[in-house]
């Protein structure tokens, strides 16, 4: 994987996801080491972010090295019209890896296509954000001890979520039951139930939380925007089914953790932070090792 | 002693002297195929027919274009909207070669992805696709992974 850039989660084998959640294992132990001593990294955010972006600085500043970029594009030449390509090409002279946010789909492949240094795709549109992907699997596999013959529930917006979609791909390699809780207008899209398929994985369909929470080992929660909705009645319906709450975790199995990419909104009530199937901040956490793997193996240090 | 003449088919669509026929054309795809062509500002004689009977399909649909010889990569655009056609390429009336057109395993270029946000139709990037389904044209996107269809392609 060195020199190479990470774009989507499909480019992945099995070993290379297991090469980088090992690597992420290590920097747990021993997050501050000097690797990057004289490397430039650049980071690139033509779309804002939060966790992405500074998770992605805290790696690199842990590790002795140094970030160049911006956080908006509209402190960038893109307000004056430069094409992506240029801009690439102009940063690349000036840093060892780019990690890119941008809001149109495919921008990041083909940022790959021209860069002379490897790119790190920190989300293209809706399309693909697989840096979050590897942090939720190491968060699955932490919490549980295996990736393989999990019952995992993803609930809320199955249809645009983008961490959705990467780690329901990822995890069809782990002969995993898939619980896909949904109201039906946001049902996850056939293009990625086909993954499920080919592999001959089960998968069930609900669009009832409180089903399917004493089955699973893993609840993936994600926000329901209402933007998503053409007519807001509908949103009203469903908007308090999926809220997260203490009486729905009440009687879940005792491994049972609690995922979410964040930003949350209200979608999991306060209260249920202090509770021990609560792993939402740590899995944010794991983001800073995760990454520093990234960063290690993809500059081949 | 003067040869029998063998009876000639009737030809509902008449013959050409030199050029190209594209045969076993869907009969929905026969205006598609005119039209990624740009056979309707070509100068060209052109005969066409479409809801023909035919033994093979049913119905079908023919273009006959006088004086031309079709590129690779107009085969290509023929290929993804007219998957069942055959070429033949008429010189002096007679028959020089006939194949059936072919997919191939991607396509650069000349389609347009069906992504509204892909960045293939905001920055000047030209458009690749894998196929990942040759009889139903399904073709994925390399930079998007969004996956266009016969139904909504369009060419550049």
Known sequence: ?301 | MEQEKKPIKELVVSAIENGTVIDHIPTQSVFQVIHILNLDHSDNQILFGTNLDSSKYGKKGIIKVSNKYFKPIEINKIALVAPTATLIIIKDFLVIEKKKVEIPDTIETFVKCVNPNCITNHEDVLTKFKVIDKTESKLKCIYCEKITEKKNMTFK
């Open chain 1, 1 to 301: 994987m060195k020199n190479r850039s990470l774009i989507s989660i499909d480019d992945f084998t099995k070993e290379n996801y297991f090469s980088v959640l090992d690597a992420a294992e290590k920097f747990e132990q021993n997050p501050v080491q000097n690797i990057l001593d004289g490397k430039v990294i650049a980071t690139l955010f033509f779309e804002p972010s939060t966790r992405t972006r500074l998770s992605f600085e805290s790696a690199v500043n842990y590790l002795g090295g140094k970030v160049i970029g911006f956080s908006d594009a509209s402190n960038s030449s893109v307000k004056k019209g430069e094409s992506l390509k240029d801009t690439i090409l102009t940063v690349c002279n000036y840093s060892d890896l780019i990690v890119m946010r941008h809001p149109k789909e495919g921008s990041a492949r083909y940022a790959s296509e021209v860069a002379t240094v490897p790119i790190v795709n920190a989300g293209d549109g809706a399309n693909q954000h697989p840096t979050q992907c590897l942090l939720d699997l190491y968060s699955i596999r932490k919490t549980q001890g295996k990736l393989e013959n999990l019952d995992i529930a993803f609930v809320g917006d199955l249809k645009y979520g983008r961490t959705v979609h990467s780690l329901v791909i990822a995890m069809t390699n782990f002969n995993c039951r898939f619980h896909l809780v949904s109201p039906p207008e946001l049902k996850l899209p056939s293009s990625v139930k086909m993954y499920i398929k080919e592999k001959n994985l089960e998968y069930y369909q609900y669009t009832d939380p409180s089903e399917v929470m004493d089955k699973v080992d893993i609840v993936y929660m994600t926000r329901i925007q209402r933007e998503r909705f053409s007519d807001p009645i509908d949103y009203e319906k469903v908007k308090n089914a999926y809220i997260l709450n203490r009486s729905l975790l009440a009687n879940t199995k005792p491994n049972l953790k609690v995922l979410h990419p964040l930003p949350r909104v209200n979608e999991i009530d306060l209260d249920v932070d202090d509770m021990p199937q609560a792993y939402y901040f740590q899995q944010a956490l794991n983001g800073l090792y995760v990454r520093q793997a990234i960063l290690k193996i993809i500059l081949g240090l």
